[in-house]
Structures are given as C-alpha cells and as structure tokens.
C-alpha cells in the first residue's frame, strides 16, 4: 500500500513537472557536496574541443566558462539562449547578419589567477574553427561560415562571418566550447588534454582514471552569488545498477543522462517523494540505414517499402513504456521551429494515418521491383538494449508484416562501427544522429551524401541531395529556411528514403529530490555547468 | 626454516635464475598472441572515439587520430615498437586518454591487489578451519555441512553473490533503519580513511573471498584425508601421540602443497580476472580497466594488461614454488 502511495505521488510530481515545466520557485541555499554519478567510464581526455562524449562535459564542464550557453532557467526552449562570459543579451547580427560583436564581463580570472580577456577567446575559438597542424578541433565544421575572430580591446571579441547564417549562435553556445588560457595554448596545444584550468564556476581538486573527479567552490566566479555548491564530485559509474543503487543509497543525487521507463518507474517505486522525474524530448534520433550499394536496397521502390511498413504512430505509443524512445518526427528535433508539423509528416511514406493502406502500398512496391521474398536479409545492429535491440526487434517485426525476412546481426560497438564504416556487410543498418546543442541546419548534415558526410553510412552519393542541403543552410531567413527544410526532409524520408527515421528519443532523469535548481533539456551534454544546482537536506526528512 | 632464507641457499638461486629465464619466452608468446589477436578484432579506436557518440564531427579527424596514434604504419613496425618499448620498461601511453600506461595501471593495481589481499585471507580463515574439520570428521554431520558449503560457494559466482549482497543491503537497511544504504562508491584509500575503505572493499572480498575459499576448503579437506591415511601418520599414532599433533604437525603441513597452489593461482587470477565483481561493486580495478580498454580498442593498454597478467602468473608460479621448497624439504634439496 506505501509502495502505491509513494508511486502515485510520484507520478503527481511528474505531470507537475511536465505540464509546468518546472517545480515551484523555492529559494536556493548555499553549502553542501553535490556528488553525481557519470555514465560512462572516464572521459578520453580533458579536452572538449577535441572529444565529442558526455562523458568529457558531465564531470568536466563545472570548471569553465563559455561564451554563450543555452538558457539554465529555461533549457527546453532549444533557441534560448544566454550569455556566459559575455555581458548583456546575446547580440544580434549587424551588417547584414555578418558582424557579431560580445563584450565580456570585466575581471574575470582563470583559477592560476590570470586575468581571462578576449585574447584568450579568440585563442579558444581560433583552435576550434582554425585548428593549427596537428591539433583535432572535433566540430570545425559546425563554423564554416566564420571568417575571422577578432579582438579590438582586451573584453571585446567579433565574429566576422562569411555569410549570415541562423546555425551560428547555437553553435557558439555548445558546451564543448571551453574558453581555454592563450597563455597555456601558446606553449602547448594540447595542454587541455592532460590538464584543467578554467574560469568555471568550481576550481578543479583532484582526478582519478576511471572512478571520480572533484572540485570546489570558485570564490572568485565572475557570475556573483553562484555557485551555490562548495564541492561536487562526479563518479564515474558505467552501469545502470550501480547508478540506480547510489541514488536509492544516497551515495549520489544525481545522474543526468537518462534512465529508461522501466527504471524510472522502480526508483520512483523505492524512493517516493524523495524522487524527482523530469523528462522531454531528446535530441538524438534511432535510423535505420539502407545499404545503397547493394540490391535490392539500391531501388528506391525497395527503400520506400521499407519504410511504409513501418507504423510510428503505434510504436510510439508501445515502444515509449519499454524504451527510451517516444516522439514521431522527422529529421529535425520535434520541439524546433524548423521541425515538421505532424501534418506536414502525414504527407509523406511511413507517416500516413491509414497503416493497411501504407502497408498495402508497400507490398505492391516491392511486388514491381521484383523483390525476392524467400531470402532473409541482414539487419545491422549495436549490442546496446536501449534503445538498440528494442528497437531492431521491433523494426524486424514491422519489416515482416510485408513480407520481408531479416535477420538480426548484433555486434559490440566496435565491430559494429567497423561494418558500418568499413566492410560495409549489411542490407540495413541501426545508426543514429546524437547532438548537443538542438541546430538542425548543422545537425542535418547527417544525411548528406556518404562522400561529403561520411557519417552517412548508407553509401548513397546523390547531388541533388546536397544542392537541397546546400540551400537551406545558407538561407538566412527563418521562414524560408523552414521551407528548404521541408524539401530537404521530404527527399530524404519521402522521395528518396536515403534513411529512414524511426523514433525521437524521449530523455527522463532522475534525481534525488534534494537536489534543486536543475531543469530537464533536450540534451544530456545541457546543463552541465552546476553554478545555478544547490541542494536541501531539509527534502530528505 | 624460514621461507625467505631458502632464497639464500645455493640450488635455490640457480633455480630461480631459470625460472626468471624461462619467463621471457612466455612473455614474448604472450605478446605475439595478444597482439595478434587484438588487432584480428574488427573495429578502429579512432572510429569509436569519434562516430561511437553518434554525434557530428569533422570528416578528416579520424585520420588525424589514427595518425597520432601511429596506426597507419605496418604492423610490424608497431610490434617492435611497443616490443622494444616494453623491454626497457615503458609501456607508453594509453590510446584512448593518452596517460601513462603506468599511470592508469598503478591506480587500479593498488585497489586489485588490495581486494585480492582481502579475499585471500578471508578464504584463508574459512577454507584451512573447515577443510580440516571436514577431514577429521569426514562423513559426520559436520562433514556434509562444510561440504555443502563449500559446493554452494563453487556453484554460485562471486558477481552474482555480489549481487545479492548490495540488494541485501539495500533491502535490509531500508526496512530496518527507513534509509537505504549501498557501501561507498567511490574508493578511498586505506592511508586516508581506513573505515571507509573497509567498508567499500569488504563486500566484494567477502564475495569472491567465498567462492575463492570454498575451492580452498575441498582441496584441503581432500589433501588432508591423503594425508591423514599415509604410514607415518599411523606410526605417530601408534606411538600414541595425541590426534591434534598429528594433525597440526604432522599432517596439515604436508597436506598444505595442492592447497598452495590453489590459494596461489586464485591470487593470481583475482588480480586482473575480477571483471564483473569490480563492475558489480563499481570497484575501479584491474579487471574493470581491462574490459574498457577491450571495449575501446585500446591495443596498448590491453596489451600491457596481459603481459602483466602473464607476468603476475610467472611470478605467483615462482612464489608457489619457494613455498613448496619451504613445505617440503624432499623438494628443496632434490
């Protein structure tokens, strides 16, 4: 009977949080050690300029600052955003949309005590966007459209763009964007590697390979009144059990990345009150990739059956209670201005509202191009439950309502990389499209041919494609730019079936109610900095 | 006779001389199979590093990185190049954080060696008491029960004993003090907080500690009743003396050599094999290092993990041996 009650109450505070979008205004406290457990086995190195893991941003962000960031108080909205380092509201384009000017806040410090001025910006963002011999800038062509980074005094910094383009400012407020000392990267580039120094809300204490990272209170941080932590100490925890145990011990009050439903719904089960769910979007998408150098998978009629077969609607709506996944979309983040309306996806093959006729369709399709239905076909797949192995089953299943046999081949990561990337010995394939910062223009880039993006594993080489994506990235206007967005997206998904998408994934955390001040994003590499995060021993009683 | 001063006598340097003489070969093999089989896995460090996020990044990285690693030039060139490294003690960096090999090594080795130490003296006290009551007492009551113990210990893996213990825990604490409590996640070192470390690392040596003693119990307790039957064993009794020297001095040290060995190579094993306890007990260890740096592709961290594997095994041989000598006099002075 407490387990009902506890879990009813549990589930009031999720619709709360879902349908306010945020827990009452409560006024923060100062002090206290917040320790958060990191999915994932330690970060490769310190440098995010060059990584592209959370497992780098969880534990590692506290200790710097960046330019701009996505809105702490209202990180849902993916097209809010704020400054950071910079003073004032996020400046807008001047000169056509090609001059961006930031004034910094004045006596900011590294924690060595070195003043931090727009020397060292433009440093930071020179190695990022114009990474010299031997350095690896992960993201360089998130940038394409910047032509110069310049300083006229010492906390003033402006971006000279090529063109105007709307995918800039997201991608300035990345949370990979760590300002780093010119001082440091004057003597050594890959200094960040090994090390950490910052002007962050915390001053970073002490690494161990592989268990855990702490740091402590920045007195100095330029933001005044933050942080309102003294320590954290984020542990490194790769499976999901430890993670649950640590909350449901106390040993941790958080974990950001994610749990799926099952999970969530026995911690809520275990904790009660003393449990807080938030969840929304995500801005990571399942594909199923086509291999376009092999038949019958060369034949768009073939892909368009493929994809006619399968019911999102009724998937969603099943695979959400067992599965991190949730949202019928197309290839932009569902909750984004240049996204799909659902009746703009009802136009197009997989999306339709009547299955049987879809399904009819696709059987027709696959009658014309010949398709041999004895034979079973290879389904590519990453050793990984969620969503993974949930997901291919489910796939398979859906595959075989027309008539198609697949089997499925579940490798380890590595492998199954390997036959993505290299050997190319699959029909159709698992991938997925897991960004930060919610910037369809640059996250779309996805689905351009395989020989411009080679993280396009479909092996399709089509230039019309690319003029389509071309177009829609340099349109500067918002309204037309969602129309190219819709012709790019329906030649994907709809006249081509390059790929296919499957499902959003739908992101629900965690935490100890406790700990306050945190909001759910669209990305588990959001939200990271902890300046705004403070915690009540008074919810624990 | 001391087991240390047997190192001094003179048959015993020339023994262990070509023990440590062999132990190269064996390593060189090593080395070659690991190597070999490393790089016969499909998959790229570079490749994982940077597409396994499922993320954007730069089309040329990738090349970048294997550059920077030294992964486009021919396979012999990178064998003898970490061959060579490793001979003169260094075994380079890790591929995927680029630290020390030393360095990512040495913290995990003092937690590994740490649990081992734990467990080994926990299947120490259960396994000697027990395996020689059970033999003395062979076919009682207290016979069947030490030997079902100890089955059940066989039967039931440490990771899953493990298991139970932190659902245990959980349950328990929960019912009876209102607040769950799981032991500390994190690891503390022994010098800074020696409770704290207790109480992490106690759990995971009680559960493999268990496993590990009830092999140790059966072969005492078989080593023992071989023992206990042998001609001068019955001569000690004939010459009345009382049945606890017999079994003290007379029998339990001569039984003690299959025991050795197994006490031994379990050490051995519990220093890199651990993989699942560690991840049960999120114990940053030996064994947790070696699955990621398999997982990540991280030739030269696996690699340097097997040949201390390896190295650890030659050298626990070796002790094993020095024991024997110590044990058994036949031995040391054939």
């Known amino acids: ?541 | 006779m001391s087991p240390g001063s047997i190192l001094l006598e003179k048959p015993m340097h020339k023994y262990l001389v070509k023990r440590m003489l062999m132990m190269v070969p064996t390593l060189v093999g090593a080395a070659i199979l690991v190597f070999t089989l490393m790089h016969m896995i499909p998959g790229d460090i570079c490749a994982l590093r940077y597409a396994g996020t499922g993320g954007s990044f730069d089309a040329g990285l990738i090349e970048i990185c294997r550059d920077e690693l030294g992964l486009n030039r021919p396979l012999y060139v990178q064998f003898f190049t970490w061959l060579g490294g490793f001979f003169v003690g260094d075994f380079g960096e890790s591929m995927w954080t680029g630290r020390a090999i030393s360095e990512e090594i040495g913290v995990r080795a003092v937690l590994s060696l740490q649990v081992a130490i734990m467990a080994t003296i926990v299947s120490v006290i259960i396994a000697i008491p027990l395996g020689t009551i059970s033999a003395i007492r062979q076919n009682t009551w207290i016979d069947y029960v030490v030997r079902c113990f100890s089955i059940a210990g066989i039967a039931m893996p440490s990771f899953w004993l493990g298991i139970l213990i932190m659902l245990g825990l959980l349950w328990t604490t929960q019912h009876w003090f209102g607040q769950a409590w799981i032991p500390p996640i994190q690891y503390v070192s022994p010098f800074e907080d020696p409770i704290g470390n207790l109480t992490q690392l106690i759990w995971p040596a009680l559960a493999t500690g268990y496993r590990y003693s009830a092999v140790a119990t059966r072969m005492t307790r078989s080593a023992l009743l071989e023992v206990l039957r042998e001609d001068y064993i019955r001569t000690a009794r004939a010459k009345g003396v009382i049945e606890k020297l017999v079994v003290n001095r007379h029998a339990l040290k001569n039984s003690m050599l299959p025991v050795v060995t197994v006490i031994g190579i379990e050490f051995a094993f519990l220093m890199g094999g651990l993989v699942v306890t560690e991840q049960v007990f999120n114990l940053n260890g030996l064994g947790k290092l070696f699955v990621d740096s398999v997982t990540n592709h991280d030739y030269a961290l696996t690699q340097a993990l097997v040949m201390l594997v390896a190295f650890i095994f030659v050298m626990m041989n070796i002790v094993i041996d020095l024991i024997y000598a110590w044990l058994d006099p036949r031995i040391r002075y054939s």
Request: aromatic share 12%; proline share 6%.
């Open chain 1, 1 to 541: 009977m407490q387990g009902i009650r506890a879990y009813a109450a549990a589930v009031v505070g999720v619709g709360m949080m879902l349908t306010t979008g945020a827990a009452i205004a409560e006024t923060p406290k100062y002090g206290g050690h917040f320790t958060y457990v990191v999915p994932a086995k330690g970060p490769p190195s310190f440098d995010a300029h060059r990584e592209t893991t959370y497992a780098v941003i969880h534990p590692v962000r506290p200790y710097y600052s960046t330019l701009l960031r996505v809105n702490p108080q209202n990180p849902a909205d993916p097209a809010d955003f704020v400054c950071d380092l910079c003073v004032g509201d996020v400046p807008k384009g001047t000169n056509d949309g090609k001059t961006f000017t930031f004034k910094l806040h004045e006596g900011v410090k590294f924690h060595d005590g070195t003043p931090l001025t727009s020397a060292d910006v433009k440093a930071t963002f020179d190695r990022i966007i114009f990474p010299p011999k031997g350095v690896s800038s992960a993201r360089k062509s998130f940038y394409k459209m910047v032509e110069s980074v310049d300083t006229p005094d010492a906390s003033t910094v402006v971006f000279q763009l090529k063109y105007a383009s709307t995918s800039f400012i997201p991608a300035l407020a990345a949370p990979y964007n760590f300002v780093y000392s010119k001082a440091k990267l004057d003597v050594d580039q890959r200094w960040y590697e090994k090390n950490i120094l910052g002007s962050g809300p915390f001053v970073f204490k002490e690494y161990q390979p592989g268990a855990f990272m702490t740091g402590e209170k920045n007195p100095d941080y330029y933001l005044k009144g933050l942080p309102y932590l003294d320590k954290i100490t984020a542990i490194f925890a790769n499976k999901e059990s430890i993670q649950v145990q640590a909350l449901r011990g106390n040993r941790a009050s958080a974990q950001f990345r994610g749990f799926p439903p099952k999970t969530r719904d026995d911690l809520v089960r275990a904790l009660g009150d003393k449990a807080t769910v938030q969840e929304t979007d995500w801005n990571c998408v399942l594909l199923a990739t086509p291999n376009h150098t092999r038949k019958p998978f060369d034949d768009v009629r073939v892909r368009r059956a493929l994809t006619l077969a399968v019911d999102r609607w009724g998937g969603s709506q099943y695979l959400s209670k067992i599965a991190i996944v949730k949202t019928v979309g197309g290839i932009v983040y569902p909750n984004h201005s240049l996204a799909a309306t659902k009746e703009e996806l009802q136009q197009m093959d997989g999306y339709g509202a009547d299955l049987e006729a879809s399904r009819a369709k696709a059987r027709a399709l696959l009658e014309e191009a010949g398709m041999d239905l004895s034979k079973t076909y290879i389904f590519n797949n990453r050793g990984v439950d969620q969503p993974y192995k949930i997901v291919g089953v489910w796939l398979i299943d859906q595959w075989r309502q027309i008539g198609l046999k697949f089997e499925q081949k579940v490798q380890p990561t590595g492998p199954f990389y390997a036959t993505l990337r290299e050997s190319g010995d699959f029909d159709v394939s698992i991938d997925f499209n897991c960004q930060s910062i919610v910037n369809p223009p640059i996250d779309t880039s996805k689905y351009l041919s395989s020989d411009v993006n080679p993280a396009n594993y479909s092996r399709v080489v089509d230039r019309k494609l690319d003029g389509l994506y071309e177009d829609m990235l340099l349109e500067a206007d918002p309204a037309k730019q969602r129309v190219k967005m819709r012709a790019y997206e329906k030649y994907v998904l709809h006249d081509q079936v390059t790929q296919m998408i499957t499902l959003w994934w739908r992101r629900t955390t965690v935490h100890r109610s406790h700990f306050k001040g945190w909001k759910v994003s669209p990305s588990h590499y959001l939200g990271q900095a902890l300046d705004t995060v403070w915690l009540d021993p008074d919810a624990d009683k």
